[in-house]
T-cell receptor, first 109, second 117 residues
Framework: GQNIDQPTEMTATEGAIVQINCTYQ??????LFWYQQHAGEAPTFLSY??LDGLEEKGRFSSFLSRSKGYSYLLLKELQMKDSASYLC??????????WGAGTKLIIKP | GAVVSQHPSRVICKSGTSVKIECRSL??????MFWYRQFPKKSLMLMAT?????????EQGVEKDKFLINHASLTLSTLTVTSAHPEDSSFYIC?????????????FGPGTRLTVT
């Protein structure tokens, strides 16, 4: 079956670095998305990885290993506004997104 | 970036009535639009996928006669919740994808919080 696993909740300190992991099993694979969702709001797009490796975009970076079915989102220089849920979604061979349950990130001062 | 609007943002209705939610892509043409439902502290649940001018493809377990989806143009899709019941109360979110050379990321509307009393 198709499955996405990511931790339910993580806590980090303002100014620090945090890595949110995601493992996936899908029927075929085209790419891996990360979205940020603040409470009560819709998700916003963060990154899309197709090839293996790390892609950096400002304070946020996303990594993909297709052979391991693994991705992570790395957030640096954490700010209080980064407190949100982070959703991992794998795109299967039919271009459907299979969503993880999201990781709630709590930032403490 | 691409902007998707959704209207209304909040709606309260009585049991048995119907509610229509609109989703519009404001600055791009959306070949595909998606409708999701999200319960508190849960992930997005895809309800249906619609392509402009064709019938929506519903996910297993989603009643197509209850959740009517119309994708009449490349910038507008509507979701009508018919004969609403309290268990239909949820956060409904649409997203749009330009597709083709325009990329595969989905751009989300701000969501509609439906409360059925």
């Amino acid at each position: 079956g198709q499955n996405i696993d990511q931790p339910t909740e993580m806590t980090a300190t303002e100014g620090a670095i945090v890595q949110i992991n995601c493992t996936y099993q899908t029927s075929g694979f085209n790419g891996l998305f990360w979205y940020q969702q603040h409470a009560g709001e819709a998700p916003t797009f963060l990154s899309y990885n197709v090839l293996d490796g790390l892609e950096e975009k400002g304070r946020f970076s996303s990594f993909l290993s297709r052979s391991k079915g693994y991705s992570y989102l790395l957030l640096k220089e954490l700010q209080m506004k980064d407190s949100a849920s982070y959703l991992c979604a794998a795109e299967d061979s039919n271009y459907q997104l299979i969503w993880g349950a999201g990781t709630k990130l709590i930032i403490k001062p | 970036g691409a902007v998707v609007s959704q209207h209304p943002s909040r709606v309260i209705c009585k049991s048995g009535t119907s509610v229509k939610i609109e989703c519009r892509s404001l600055d791009f043409q959306a070949t595909t639009m998606f409708w999701y439902r999200q319960f508190p502290k849960k992930s997005l649940m895809l309800m249906a996928t619609s392509n402009e001018g064709s019938k929506a493809t519903y996910e297993q377990g989603v009643e197509k006669d209850k959740f009517l989806i119309n994708h009449a143009s490349l910038t507008l899709s509507t979701l009508t919740v018919t004969s609403a019941h309290p268990e239909d109360s949820s956060f409904y979110i649409c997203s749009a994808r330009e597709g083709g050379a325009g990329g595969r990321e989905q751009y989300f509307g701000p969501g509609t919080r439906l409360t059925v009393t």
